[in-house]
């Protein structure tokens, strides 16, 4: 699958290498892309007097890490950075460690940029930022954003941010820099809060990436971690660059449960405030009617020690209010949760289980048991304000939160541990914990801890999957796609279910990140469609036991069935074939194709409110000089075409019904 990458990408990635890292070893550090301020100075202004030490490359499959060591010679400050040189792809990652190797306390370390460059472009030429929106349950969560840059008196900019302590709530931590015909692109993995500032300048745009406030002193013996820093190069040609990104997402920053990469599994969801008793039923009828489900799923609910209601949902408070009891309810569940995980691998699904870890109520067992590690409380939202959040920097705390939840996936045969991280005011709890001399570091050290206690369950469990929610798709990021997926990319889709909304997280989300996942409560080809990914999230057993028993069970079975068939195309390249668009008189559309399998997928969607019935496909990635035969889902009618002809001329697409939708699947003839 490496045909979309070519020489000049390479040459651009490997002179910027040269110009930057490399240069420190040689010719110096003026444009090393690391800076911070070292008490009343600048790193640029001081790093020439430090000793460097570049160590031999380690090789591995895919890539080389090379480490650069700078050492400051008067107070034992040390910068490691650690540099992933991509073979396959024309890609740099890094991660800075700051340690202080002295006797005593550092100056004041401020404003720590892991990414601080200047990408030359002409003053003339045209730059824009390619970004995206994060996940707010709003309607135009993860839409694609546009923001030119010019060049005139004192440069215009652009600052992207988390600002709410979740790295994509209001921006997702990806950009496209596009400068002329090239480009770079740029992920940031942080799990907090980040900042991105792009400023056009008459040679170039200055990127400059990182925490949002770092003002620290390290003691004798400490080091901290910067944010993830990964940037790509492309040439000419913009969606190529995504695609290219997809595939080193894919190749290198995936889950592999055993060993196989990361599928996102098909779910039948369930409330937790519900017994033991309700779950085995609604587990039988899944196998019963022959759901082709393959994951049994418990949300909130089924915690705590107060009466379960069994009317509650999503909407009540009570799940809210026994958050940081993680005991299974004895009421509704005498026996714990292993009879329904076994229920279920009866029954040939996984199981996955909701668990909230980093917040604690005043009423839960962690409140009463280990008050001395919880940062609060908290006054936010929609939550009350008796909640409190779990510090996970603190080495016991997160110890215990380990074995408290690998203790619950093995007793309750869990293969897919569903993390929330639901409405606190995380920056202002992280200030409230810091010193003035330790700005940052409450921050720095839960974030260590978030991914040292995920790699733990990873470690331990090495079939898991690791769902991360946050509130619905509020934690994508580089380091976060790393361990988990998505597998409820936004809550909006809980209030209400929207189709086209669906189609539009899919179209903005898929060019930044491969496999993400959302729900479907409909049992309508639109809505299906609507919500096809690589994994989803369904509830027809739960509506046949709350009085839908009418439910169109054989329709339903025959669009999951084709859900599952569609799934692999989710790996594939990724192409919009029309504009993205929010309004209910559009069309969406768009294309995952697989090269190495020769095979591909295109879908089409016509709103309710679209005047058109007809629109005439025009397909990308294909060999113009090979045939393809293409086949319709809805019809079953089959028509063969070069692949030049799909390219140039493309292919009529009707849709009768509004709203209505297209499948279409096609394949390369030997």
Known sequence: MSSIIRPADFESARKWLSETFFSAAGAGLSRFPISFRYGDRESAAMLDGWTVRREAARQTEGFSVETILLTDPHTGLECRCEIKIYSDFPAVEWVAYLRNAGDSDTPIIADILPLDVLLPVDAGAPCKVHHARGSLAQVDDFAPLETPLTFRQGGSSLQLAARTGKSSTLNLPFFNLELGGRGVIGAIGWTGGWLANFQRQRDGVHVQAGMERTHLTLHPGEEIRTPRILLLFWEKDRIRGHNMLRRLILAHHTPRPNGELLRPPLCEGAWGARPEASHLAQIAWI????????CYWIDAGWYGDRPIEEAADGSGSGWMKQVGSWKPNSAAYPRGMRPIGEAAQDAGMGFLLWIEPERAHQDSEMFRTHPEWLLGPVHSGYLDTDNYMVNLGIP??????TELISGLITESRITCYRQDFNDLRVPELFGHADARDRIGMTEIRHI?????FWDELLARHPGLIIDNCAGGGQRIDLETISRSVPLSRSDLQCWPFDPSSEQTQTQGLAPWVPLSCCGCVEPTAYAIRSALGAGMSTSWSSQAFEGGAHLPIKEIRRLMTEARAMRKYF??????????SLAADAWAAWQFDRPDLGEGMVMAFRRHESPFSRWEAKLQGLDPESDYDLLSWDDQSTWRMTGKQFL????AVTIAAKPG???FTYQRVA
């Open 448 to 452: 260590e801890g978030l991914y040292a």
């Open 571 to 580: 790996y594939g390249d990724f192409y919009p074939l029309l504009t993205f």
């Open 648 to 651: 140039e001329e493309g292919f």
């Open 396 to 401: 016991e705390a997160r110890r215990h939160i």
């Open 287 to 294: 196998r019963e009617n022959n759901l082709p489900a393959e």
């Open 661 to 663: 939708s297209a499948l």
